[in-house]
């Protein structure tokens, strides 16, 4: 059974590595070029000439290759299947601990491949939620010490959590349009009004109760968005077109992604020691999330 498992996994990863490398080297090409010309250097500040055994692609495309393997551990990960299993891909490789270094130098490169590579385009249908990204249980909250006033008490709808959100804005493909990490205790309202996550659509935004403001919806229709909601029971009725109530029943759609990053990219755990690590988690889950052939999706045209 465990031969078949490897060779499962070989054969995806076969097809998946040379692609995500390819991409992710010719994104360093000119990250790199563009990083010499801009870059301000300090000549006070030494500079490491000997190259890494590891490049960065390489690391970086170690990241994304475990999270969209949905492994669990990445120590198990890089030690037991990276360094035996792809010798051919990896021929050179670095000690764990010395990997962990590494991951640090790819945190901002890795923020920029994944707004500039892994986002999609908007398709005048959009969908809007934030999902809660616990660093420990509620009840452990004032005996945490990695997030120690960086982290906040939040609540959703499976009640009180202790951490961060991502707010994620996808698209009817279920590609992803834009996303922001904030802390827990942030409204679900609050990047929409600061214009930080609806540069990049147009269009009819679909979303929950928790987005309802008249504030935020005219806000948002100046700006080009229909923000669509459901009502709250106090609330009066409005007339609303068909086509936006059949809509407003798919928004199950982004819960799908939602959940897809957390059960398959490992998006979400509570062993993380240091924050750049658990920055860099979340964007290479989330650029993983990109490569993936098959998104939860819904055909617009058949609701039309």
């Not at 130098?105 to 969908?127: E, R, W």
């Not at 819960?255 to 979340?282: A, M």
Request: aromatic share 12%; with cysteine; net charge positive.
């Amino acid at each position: 059974m465990k031969f078949r498992y490897l060779t499962k996994f070989s054969a995806i990863y076969n097809e998946k590595i040379t692609i995500i490398y390819f991409i992710v080297d010719e994104f360093f090409k000119e990250f790199n070029s563009a990083l010499k010309d801009y870059a301000l250097k300090d000549p006070k500040m030494k500079t490491r000439n000997r190259k890494s055994a590891l490049s960065q692609s390489e690391v970086m495309t170690i990241m994304i290759l475990f999270h969209y393997g949905a492994f669990k551990n990445l120590k198990h990960f890089y030690q037991g299947y990276v360094q035996r299993h792809m010798k051919k891909e990896f021929p050179v490789t670095v000690s764990y601990n010395r990997f962990v270094e590494l991951q640090k130098k790819v945190n901002v490169p890795m923020a920029v491949f994944v707004k500039m590579m892994c986002l999609g385009k908007c398709t005048d249908i959009s969908f809007i939620d934030s999902t809660p990204i616990r660093a420990c249980h509620i009840k452990r909250e004032k005996q945490h010490k990695t997030f120690k006033n960086i982290a906040q008490k939040g609540q959703c709808s499976l009640g009180w959590f202790y951490g961060f959100k991502l707010h994620l804005i996808i698209n009817d493909r279920g590609e992803m349009l834009d996303f922001i990490l904030t802390t827990g205790n942030v409204d679900d309202r609050e990047p929409l009004k600061s214009m930080e996550l609806h540069k990049r659509i147009f269009g009819k935004l679909f979303g929950d109760k928790g987005y309802i403001g008249e504030d935020l919806f005219e806000q948002l229709f100046i700006d080009g968005v229909h923000l669509i909601t459901k009502i709250k029971k106090n609330m009066k009725n409005c007339l609303m077109l068909l086509h936006d109530k059949i809509m407003l029943r798919k928004r199950a759609l982004i819960e799908s992604v939602n959940d897809e990053l957390k059960n398959i990219c490992q998006i979400e755990h509570t062993r993380h020691r240091s924050f750049d690590n658990f920055v860099l988690n979340i964007l290479s889950a989330l650029a993983a999330y990109s490569f993936f052939d098959k998104k939860p999706s819904i055909n617009s045209s058949s609701t039309e």
